[in-house]
């Protein structure tokens, strides 16, 4: 667990006023706020060192007791015990409360924070009621193959189980949301959501690009001078497909409707498209040499 | 709550601690739309979030509401420019890490 420089993170001296450290939070509340940031992950967790920053500096005992040990903190157990033999007590102070549906509370403080304060975090006063649950953020990963076709999937989100129906034809950062999911709250209010964000890759034969697939497939010379016939691999299964005389390399074909399905849109599909690449034999025995010098000659 | 999908007005502002007025201005501005019901206050449960989040962005962060209003009309661009983005990356998917094909002899 590292020392953790609460003034360099707010960008002040150890001699800075209290007006000084509420001037300094506040400006860099304003860049970093989640509401503001929305799908930030850098500026939630900058947001969350600048609050614990506050929360100790701020604090005219939590600052002493800070500024006493400093980077000798693993002896503020020691303090601590003293000071509350003392008779001395911990004192509230101001902090944001975190946007974007994201709760900032003690679970957030570093571990060097707890580690010195122990759950003395989020003492802060005035205005920090929650009349909605907190919205809970998650992130599955899906193959290019599962998000082919609706499917039931069981998530774990904070410890609970959630069945979810996963319609076809999902897309990669798309973002669905489960009303009612989040956590629940004790004034009467709703419970928060639970927004889920996909990820879904594509296979190494197989590209997708909004509802169409694309895929390459290799052709011998003599399949692109004659013609004839490819069966292809595809999610929706084998796909027999002509090739005719004179194929070019690089030209490509469209296969309707052989493409992935449109979301929440049962029936319809997109279209695969087959990028023709062919390719030209190499290390001729003396025989197919003298057959393509023959050729070359009848141009 | 009286309704599962209206919240009283009165019920969000003790809860938050802020003025009633407060949510009348952002009403006034157009961040939220505020039902009558016999004389009563209702927030529609779909705009509790936005709600939240002007109170946040007031109280915490000082920032008043013409402000509350410029940011709002950024952050829906800023939506817009990430899911024009998100679509994009995944077209340019096609592109990257040329597809090992399969080959298929005739």
Known sequence: ?299 | MENNELIPVYHFCVVHQVEISFIDVLQQYGLVEVMKIDDNSYLKESQLADAERYVRMHYDLDINIEGIEAIRHLLEKLDQVQQQNRSLQNRLGRYESPAEAPSYGA
């Not at chain 1, 800075?16 to 300094?24: G, L, M, P, S, V």
């Not at chain 1, 007590?89 to 304060?117: I, P, T």
């Not at chain 1, 070019?248 to 029936?267: E, I």
């Not at chain 1, 990028?275 to 057959?291: G, I, M, R, S, Y």
């Open chain 1, 1 to 299: 667990m590292a020392f953790i420089d609460y003034y360099e993170i707010l960008g002040l001296n150890k001699n800075a006023t209290a007006d000084d450290i509420k001037k300094a939070y506040r400006k860099l509340a304003r860049k970093h706020h989640p509401d503001l940031n929305p799908n930030d992950k850098d500026a939630h967790k900058k947001f969350q060192q600048i609050n614990e920053a506050n929360e100790v500096l701020s604090d005219p005992e939590k600052r002493k007791k800070y500024d006493t040990y400093g980077k000798d903190w693993q002896h503020a157990e020691q303090y601590e015990n003293a000071r509350q033999s003392a008779g001395g007590g911990a004192g509230g102070s101001r902090g944001y409360s975190g946007g974007g549906g994201e709760a900032f509370d003690g679970e957030d403080f570093s571990s060097f924070f707890q580690s010195m304060f122990g759950g003395q975090g989020g003492g802060r006063s005035g205005r920090q009621g929650k009349f909605r649950g907190q919205d809970y953020n998650a992130e599955l990963t899906l193959s290019l193959t599962e998000a082919f076709a609706t499917h039931q999937q069981t998530l774990t989100v904070n410890g609970k189980h959630v069945r979810i129906t996963i319609p076809a034809g999902v897309e990669n950062g798309q973002v669905i949301k489960l009303k009612g999911y989040g956590a629940p709250v004790t004034n009467g209010g709703p419970q928060g959501d639970l927004y889920i964000t996909f990820i879904i890759g594509n296979l190494p034969a197989l590209k997708r690009s909004g509802n169409d697939l694309f895929m390459t497939a290799d052709i011998d010379i003599y399949t692109a001078v004659l013609g004839g016939e490819l069966t292809l691999d595809t999610l929706s299964g084998k796909v027999k497909l002509k090739v005719v005389p004179g194929t070019q390399n690089g030209s490509q074909v469209r296969l309707k409707g052989k493409g992935f399905p449109v979301y929440r849109k049962d029936g319809q599909f997109g279209d695969l498209y087959v990028v023709f690449n062919v390719k030209v034999p190499v290390n001729l025995t003396d025989e197919q040499k003298a057959l393509f010098t023959q050729l070359a000659a009848l141009k």
